[in-house]
C-alpha cells in the first residue's frame, strides 16, 4: 500500500532514556515532516526535510535530532526523555510544493514516565 | 495573535443539519488551504484543498475561502454522526518552505 508509515506506535519510557521513532514513505515525495501533537490536540511543526537537507528547524530542544538517509525516510531520536515530550509525533510527506497538502503517518504516542 | 485561529468547540449539531466551521489565519501572503479531519486516536486526514477565493464543493462538504478577510471555513450539509471529530485548518506560510500551519482544531458533534 502506498502510505507514510512510522515506528513503533506506542512508546512508553522513563525519564532520561533514549528512543528513536522511525519513519518510511513510498508516496515517492520529495519533503518529510515530523509535527508534534500535545493533548490539547494542537499539531506543532519540529522539522521538515527536503530531498534529505533539513529546511525547517522550529524552536525545538536539541535533544531531538532527525536524520534523514535518504528522500523516503525520516527518522526523529530523542536523547534524555523529558516528563514534556509525552505528546502524540506524527511524521508526514508531501511533493513540497506551495500547494501541495501533507499526508501523514498513524502517528507514535509516546509516555515519558 | 495564533497564526491560524479556530474556536475550539465543542460544536454540537442535530443530524441532518449544516456544521459550520471557520478559521481564521494572520498570514496575508498565505496561498493555499486545508481542511482536515482527525477522529480521536486517529491521524488527520486531508478531506478540503482550496487555493481561489470562493466557494469549493465536494460531495456534502463545501469550502469557503475569502483572503481579504483572511478566512476560510467548513460547511458539512446533512451532517452524520460519522462526522463527530475534531476538524483541522491548514494553511501554507508565505515563506514556500512548506510548512504547514495547524489551528488548534474545532470539535464538531453530530448527535442523532
Known amino acids: 500500500d502506498t502510505a507514510v508509515s512510522q515506528t513503533p506506535k506506542y512508546l512508553v519510557t522513563q525519564m532520561g532514556n533514549d528512543k528513536s521513532i522511525k519513519c518510511e514513505q513510498n508516496?515517492?515525495?520529495?519533503?518529510m515532516y515530523w509535527y508534534k501533537q500535545d493533548s490539547k490536540k494542537f499539531l506543532k511543526i519540529m522539522f521538515s526535510?527536503?530531498?534529505?537537507?533539513?529546511?525547517i528547524n522550529e524552536t525545538v530542544p536539541n535533544r531531538f535530532s532527525p536524520k534523514s538517509p535518504d528522500k523516503a525516510h525520516l527518522n526523529l531520536h530523542i536523547n534524555s526523555l523529558e516528563l514534556g515530550d509525552s505528546a502524540v509525533y506524527f511524521c508526514?510527506?508531501?511533493?513540497?510544493?506551495?500547494?501541495?497538502?501533507?499526508?501523514f503517518g498513524n502517528g507514535t504516542r509516546l509516555t515519558v514516565t | 495573535q495564533k497564526e491560524v485561529e479556530q474556536n475550539s468547540g465543542p460544536l454540537s449539531v442535530p443530524e441532518g443539519a449544516i456544521a459550520s466551521l471557520n478559521c481564521t489565519y494572520s498570514d496575508r501572503g498565505s496561498q493555499s488551504f486545508f481542511w482536515y479531519r482527525q477522529y480521536s486516536g486517529k491521524s488527520p486526514e486531508l478531506i478540503m484543498s482550496i487555493y481561489s477565493n470562493g466557494d469549493k464543493e465536494d460531495g456534502r462538504f463545501t469550502a469557503q475561502l475569502n483572503k481579504a478577510s483572511q478566512y476560510v471555513s467548513l460547511l458539512i450539509r446533512d451532517s452524520q454522526p460519522s462526522d463527530s471529530a475534531t476538524y483541522l485548518c491548514?494553511?501554507?506560510?508565505?515563506?514556500?518552505?512548506?510548512?504547514?500551519?495547524f489551528g488548534q482544531g474545532t470539535t464538531l458533534q453530530v448527535k442523532p
Open positions: 508526514a510527506s508531501s511533493s513540497g510544493t506551495e500547494n501541495s497538502p501533507l499526508h
Open positions: 526535510y527536503n530531498n534529505k537537507e533539513l529546511i
Open positions: 508516496l515517492g515525495h520529495d519533503t
Open positions: 491548514a494553511v501554507h506560510g508565505s515563506s514556500n518552505t512548506g510548512k504547514l500551519i
